[in-house]
């Protein structure tokens, strides 16, 4: 029987015998925690998305002093709906608002932009989107060290991976903003999404237009709507279907909780208040949404929450 093997312990092995000491972690000053009320004064992060055309830029237009960054030429032109003065954007020197994914970025990193503005609309993430693709293709190589031209070229749903990892940068950004006091409010459009239902079939319903995720990549819409304290679903309030024909009028509605149909959410104010389900809106001038999310803002239109047919 051969004789038995003393084997070396890996400190042995690093050293010939000698154990080597693992390394101190740096030192740091520890804080002080205990128990108290939140005092924070953090902005609010919201969400408002709709159908093209339904009015989701001219709602947000009537937030706290807003100003937008206009990738989407909904907003170029926009006008204030009290004034009928053209809403304040981010431009550079030549008037000109940012065009790709890394200027977005830069306006969003300027803080001081927004010194005497309460309220950084980025309109829309459906854009940002798109154009985080150029982006990754000039900044994250393949691999295997080359160059690519579309999002499939990283290989099978590396590139959405990719995608993630780069729409979460932009939340990153915001999230300093909302730490200094602004509020972000993102308008998305609106698409239709494909539900997995562990209890059954799977379902459709109106969502966010960002990427979905898969069995690979995670989802970016997923992504968004968690990161949001408020996701507010802009659609025609009285609306229903018979005969495969549509019947309905134009009052048009913010629902603020989620259905089976579409999503939606909103998280209980600071005063405790809870908002309603449904807020119909049928003035270009009603900003009762705000009113509810932001009490301390002014103006005197009565809220309306009369409850209409779900969309």
Not at 99 to 120: G, K
Not at 265 to 270: D, G, H, I, M, N
């Amino acid at each position: 029987m051969p004789p038995k093997r003393n084997r070396p312990s890996i400190s042995e092995k690093a050293g010939g015998g000698a154990k080597i000491p693992a390394p101190d972690a740096p030192s740091e000053p520890l804080k002080k925690f205990s128990a108290g009320v939140s005092a924070s004064n953090r902005g609010q992060k919201i969400i408002v998305y709709g159908n093209s055309g339904i009015g989701k830029s001219s709602l947000v237009a009537l937030a706290p002093t807003p100003i937008f960054i206009p990738l989407d030429d909904g907003s170029v032109n926009l006008r204030d709906p009290y004034t009928d003065e053209k809403v304040q954007q981010v431009q550079d020197a030549n008037g000109e608002p940012p065009c790709t994914f890394a200027e977005t970025r830069t306006a969003l990193q300027q803080y001081s932009i927004y010194d005497n503005f309460e309220t950084v609309v980025i309109d829309t993430a459906t854009v940002l989107q798109d154009l985080s693709h150029q982006y990754m293709f000039d900044t994250i190589p393949h691999e295997k060290g080359n160059t690519v031209t579309s999002i499939e070229g990283y290989g099978y749903g590396k590139g959405y991976t990719h995608l993630y990892d780069v729409m979460k940068l932009v939340i990153q950004d915001c999230d300093e903003l909302i730490r200094r006091g602004k509020n972000v409010i993102i308008i998305i459009q609106c698409t239709l999404a494909t539900v997995a239902n562990a209890a059954g079939d799977d379902y459709v319903c109106d969502a966010p237009q960002l990427y979905p995720g898969n069995k690979i990549a995670p989802s970016v819409r997923d992504l968004y709507i968690q990161w949001a304290d408020h996701v507010l679903f802009v659609n025609h309030a009285n609306t229903a279907v018979k005969d495969k024909k549509i019947k309905g009028d134009v009052t048009r509605a913010v629902f603020t909780q989620g259905q089976l149909h579409f999503k939606a959410k909103t998280r209980v104010l600071a005063s405790g208040e809870v908002i309603p389900g449904v807020i119909c809106f049928d003035d270009v001038k009603d900003d009762s949404i705000w009113q509810m999310i932001f009490p301390e803002g002014g103006g005197d239109v009565q809220i309306k929450t009369d409850t209409p047919p779900v969309p």
